[in-house]
């Protein structure tokens, strides 16, 4: 049962530090960004004129379907 306990507490700190490390990292990237958008200006992209008919299943879909 010891065991358990020990294995249980070590999941819960490497989950703890993963989610913390994650967030942080999101909240250092935003925090800092600086948007370029004079060199967006420069480059433009055209939307594309052709368009396609039919349908597109999703992959997780497939599972349920079979």
């Known amino acids: 049962m010891k065991l ?3 294995a249980f507490i ?4 490497i989950h703890l ?3 913390v490390c994650t967030v942080g990292l999101g ?3 935003t925090k800092f960004y600086k948007p370029n ?3 967006k200006w420069e480059k433009i992209e055209h939307l594309q004129n052709e368009v396609a008919f039919g ?12």
Not at 55 to 66: D, N, Q, T, V, Y
């Open 4 to 6: 358990m306990i020990q």
């Open 10 to 13: 070590a999941s819960v700190i």
């Open 17 to 19: 530090i993963y989610f």
């Open 27 to 29: 909240f250092i990237k």
């Open 37 to 39: 958008i004079y060199s």
């Open 55 to 66: 349908m597109a299943i999703s992959p997780f879909s497939l599972c349920f379907l079979w």
